[in-house]
């Protein structure tokens, strides 16, 4: 990435997660990169969205390897936000959801949710 005098771009790496059934999506609208991981092992069940928090974790940091791969991120203070969800996430499932967020690498998880 390069910016219009030639000098290399460096994005924060601030990303929109979305949550659905065994499946990420994360999104850094700077640079409209857009990634929709599935999930290689389940992590929902028929009970939760997030009944397997290793596995979301999983799921999560290979969305954000892809994010990264272009190059031109500072990693200092990466912040996501949890802009959508295929359900209702109650107070258990935030807390999965954002320490998995969390141990994923991101410093601050803020939830945009309706």
Known sequence: M???????VIHRLDLDV?????????TH?????FVDQKATYAFSSDASIVANPRY???TIVRAIRQVIASGG??????IARVVSCE????LAA???L????LEAGMREVVFELD
């Open 2 to 8: 390069r910016g219009a005098d030639g000098v290399g």
């Open 18 to 26: 979305a949550i659905f059934r065994d499946r990420v999506q994360v």
């Open 29 to 33: 609208a700077p640079t409209e990169t």
């Open 56 to 58: 979301l974790e999983d």
């Open 73 to 78: 991120f500072s990693l200092r203070d990466p």
């Open 87 to 90: 359900v209702d996430l109650g």
């Open 94 to 96: 935030r807390g999965i």
């Open 98 to 101: 954002e320490t998995a967020l």
